[in-house]
């Protein structure tokens, strides 16, 4: 099972994930993107959807028309895992 | 434009609508819908981002794993329109 990251290691992982942050009051990561329009948000979240199912780990997400708030978290370990990192990062490549 | 519903069209609109009812401190009406698993919730999601383009009218959602919470409102008119019905009973029909 993933395990929970340090605080330093999560310090670290953020610092190669532009605009990704702490989750205030959460033991989480997060991230707002926004899109041209609905298509593209939708489009985005089809391909994350796609890659998360593969991975097995699924984001907690909130569409509004052409934004998209993603939240990250890794449940059975209580907080961000290096699978949150990963998916993290993959979401960042679709959106480009 | 669509107009905003009065109060006793939105209450007759809700009994048609198995499970939805109006959002507390908001102008909107919304419904939880849960699946099976992610493939079941986001198949849902993708059928309605589909149907929900098509009409030019977007829903707000949220989805956590099989879980999606919709809620929905017609911005332009500042409460819930013929539009929002119709968007629900759409959804209703995909979930099945």
Request: charged residues 25%; proline residues 2%; aromatic residues 8%.
């Amino acid at each position: 099972m993933a395990e929970r990251l340090s605080a330093e290691a999560l310090r670290q992982a953020l610092g190669g994930l532009p605009d990704w942050s702490e989750v205030q009051g959460r033991d989480a990561i997060g991230k707002t993107f926004i899109f041209k329009d609905f298509n593209e948000a939708f489009g985005f979240m089809t391909r994350a959807a796609l890659a998360a199912e593969k991975m097995d780990h699924h984001p907690e997400w909130r569409n509004v028309y052409k934004t998209v708030e993603v939240v990250l978290s890794t449940h059975d370990a209580g907080g961000v895992t290096a699978l949150d990192i990963a998916l993290a990062k993959m979401m960042n490549a679709i959106a480009g």
